[in-house]
């Protein structure tokens, strides 16, 4: 029987005439599979030793995939970042009924925070830089836990939510927990704040101008599922705005006193705009503030790290017809237990620039003070040897160290000293219950007066003030624009 079918075969379709045919056709399908296959799997970037930083080149054209050669993908990859006009990623959750809701998922009722400050803004707000690849692999974002964080801090009280398009997918992972959770928690109980303005590392990533900042926003609210967002921030002003400092790294402090002229915080010259950078940072100030006109946005402000540009761009502001002093200003790592500045340039935020409110952010200094920091912290290497000094002094019994607690501790103490709201970033269950019974323990146990804790606290300050050089209040290089 398959001897009669091999030969009616070679009967009907062989002829020796039509092999290279054959050839020719079974190696275009070869081929077209092959490509297919490669399209459809393969990265259109490479993370490589020659291109060791591909997020910031992403064009809107190419897929947003990545490879390490080495098979050693790590979290200091800092996820894509989508531009405007790039295709969106989407992430899909599961019915709410089908994510657990245990007795993990549940809040000590004894330890909800109720304090806010200012203008009503939450004492915590929940970094959801955390819902990125900045700090979590992709599986961890991508699943549920996003949700489940988010629900248990707003159980807590946790209703400040910051995130940016920065931040890779930060805003739809947190937009979609946030929808999800609707019926329990309307848009009426939390508070968004988000940024414009920045998209990646390179000059071409940044877009101040008006209808990239509007654009922007309406991206934001798409993404978030909201038709307002409680506050913007011009997002890093100090890659754009002049540097008018003497120094970008070091104890700035002393730019509100003897060297006022020098970073350019004198008095008469509060209106200077020192070169386009400035120019550009009031644009897109002024295009939110007619954006809060309409109604779309409630508050406008600026964040970024150095506290002297910060300082001079606010006065700036209030002093440039016709605006009026910003509502907010963030600023991060510069309230924690190695660099406290924040708390001396707040009096200025408030009374030269007339700001309504400053917020703190990363009191564990971006992973910093952490057993282990992360390989991309801009940090010194002298710095991250004092640190794991502190480390070692603080380890506990069990085997841990008590560090991250402690400045976790310290910096709400100083916080809430002040009336200042702490952003923290939290990207787990166990992350909300520890932030939550921190904060109870400061405000309601008064850890602060605590003898015992206080000396622990002096003993680490003392760690980082050690020698002639010490770290103490030291603010590593301002940021600057990455080559590509």
Same mark, same amino acid.
């Not at 509060?270 to 897109?284: I, K, P």
């Not at 200094?365 to 290497?381: C, D, E, T, V």
């Given at each position: 029987m398959a001897s009669k079918g091999v030969r009616q075969f070679m009967r009907n379709w062989y002829a020796v005439e039509a092999i290279p045919l054959y050839a020719v056709i079974g190696l275009a399908v070869g081929g077209a599979t092959w490509y297919l296959g490669r399209l459809a799997t393969g990265p259109t970037v490479v993370w490589s030793k020659s291109n060791p930083t591909p997020w910031n080149n992403v064009k809107p054209d190419e897929n947003i995939k990545m490879m390490d050669p080495s098979g050693n993908?790590?979290? /200091?990859?800092? =996820?894509?970042v989508e531009r405007l006009n790039a295709p969106q990623p989407t992430f899909s959750l599961p019915a709410l009924v089908d994510i657990p809701d245990e007795d993990v998922d549940k809040p000590d009722h004894d330890k909800r925070i109720t304090t806010s400050f200012g203008p009503g803004v939450p004492a915590v707000v929940l970094g959801a830089a955390s819902f990125s690849a900045f700090y979590n692999d992709d599986e961890h974002v991508r699943g549920v836990v996003p949700l489940r964080t988010t629900r248990l801090a707003l159980r807590y009280g946790i209703t400040g939510f910051d995130t940016s398009p920065y931040y890779g997918p930060s805003e739809i992972v947190l937009g979609n927990a946030l929808k999800a959770l609707e019926n329990e928690f309307p848009r009426s109980s939390y508070q968004l704040f988000t940024k414009c303005g920045r998209f990646g590392n390179t000059?071409?990533?940044f877009d101040y101008t008006p209808q990239? &900042?509007?654009?922007?926003?309406?991206? /934001?609210? =798409?993404?978030?599922?909201? =038709?307002?967002?409680?506050?913007?921030?011009?997002?890093?002003?100090?890659?754009?705005? #002049?540097?008018?400092? *003497?120094k970008t790294s070091g104890d700035h402090q002393s730019a509100l006193d003897a060297e006022a002229a020098?970073?350019?915080?004198? !008095?008469?010259? !509060?209106?200077? #705009?020192?070169?386009?950078?400035?120019? !550009?940072?009031?644009?897109?100030?002024?295009?939110?503030?007619?954006l809060q006109a309409e109604g779309v946005v409630k508050q406008v402000g600026i964040s970024g790290y150095p506290l002297p540009t910060l300082l001079r761009l606010a006065i700036l502001v209030r002093h440039t017809p016709p605006y009026e002093p910003l509502d907010v200003v963030l600023s991060y790592c510069h309230l924690n237990l190695q660099n406290s500045t924040l708390l001396a340039f707040k009096i200025a935020f408030e009374q030269r620039a007339g700001v309504k409110? &400053?917020?703190?952010?990363?009191?564990?200094?971006?992973?910093?003070?952490? *057993?282990? $920091? $992360?390989?991309?912290?801009?940090?010194?290497?002298?710095?991250?040897? #004092? &640190?794991?000094r502190a480390v070692q002094m603080t380890m506990t019994p069990s085997g841990e160290s008590g560090l991250p607690e402690l400045a976790l501790q310290y910096a709400f103490e100083k916080a809430r000293e002040v009336g200042m709201p702490t952003v923290v970033g939290l990207g787990s269950l166990r992350d909300v219950h520890e932030s939550a019974r921190i904060w109870y323990e400061v405000e309601k146990r008064r850890l602060g007066e605590n003898e015992e804790w206080k000396q622990r606290v002096k003993d680490v300050l003392s760690v980082f003030g050690e020698g002639k050089d010490g770290l103490l209040d030291r603010s590593w290089e301002n940021p600057t624009f990455h080559d590509g």
């Open positions: 993908f790590s979290k /200091s990859s800092r =996820t894509m000059r071409d990533a990239g &900042v509007r654009a922007s926003v309406a991206r /934001s609210l =798409t993404r978030l599922h909201t =038709t307002y967002l409680d506050t913007v921030y011009v997002h890093d002003v100090e890659f754009l705005a #002049v540097c008018k400092a *003497p020098a970073y350019g915080l004198h !008095e008469g010259g !509060e209106a200077v #705009v020192h070169g386009d950078g400035d120019r !550009e940072v009031l644009g897109a100030i002024g295009e939110l503030k007619k409110q &400053v917020l703190t952010a990363s009191p564990l200094s971006m992973g910093l003070l952490r *057993p282990n $920091p $992360p390989a991309w912290h801009p940090a010194s290497r002298d710095l991250r040897m #004092v &640190v794991e």
